[in-house]
Nanobody
Framework: QVQLVESGGGLVQAGGSLRLSCAVS????????MGWYRQAPGKQRELVAS???????NYADSAKGRFTISRDNAKNTVYLQMNSLKPDDTAVYVC?????????????WGQGTQVTVSS
């Protein structure tokens, strides 16, 4: 059994910062790529940022220059540092991870954490 547990969401004023964390727990896995998606009410889920096994990040245009994705492989955790937050960043942020288990690579999802940015 594998679990992805997010934390760090909350309510913040525009211009503020939040740091999201996603910890992967379970057994018999190794982590490949990890990422953060978000879904706002009435909108499709979109990729915010991803990071490969080598630590290279990739960002949506809306996140470039404001968000930083990082990972701690020893802790099986991925982080999303979000600065200069805007009301448009309000969404449920969901963690995603591609894991090798038993020779099979597949993706897993967390439950999500709410981020609300007030104007």
């Amino acid at each position: 059994q594998v679990q992805l547990v997010e934390s760090g969401g909350g309510l913040v004023q525009a211009g503020g910062s939040l740091r999201l964390s996603c910890a992967v727990s379970g057994s018999m896995f190794s982590i490949n790529a990890m990422g953060w998606y978000r879904q706002a009410p009435g909108k499709q889920r979109e990729l915010v940022a991803s990071i490969n096994s080598g630590g290279s990040g990739n960002y949506a245009d809306s996140a470039k220059g404001r968000f930083t994705i990082s990972r701690d492989n020893a802790k099986n955790t991925v982080y999303l540092q979000m600065n200069s937050l805007k009301p448009d960043d309000t969404a449920v942020y969901v963690c995603n991870a591609f894991l090798w288990r038993g020779g099979v690579l597949r993706d897993y999802w967390g439950q999500g954490t709410q981020v609300t940015v007030s104007s």
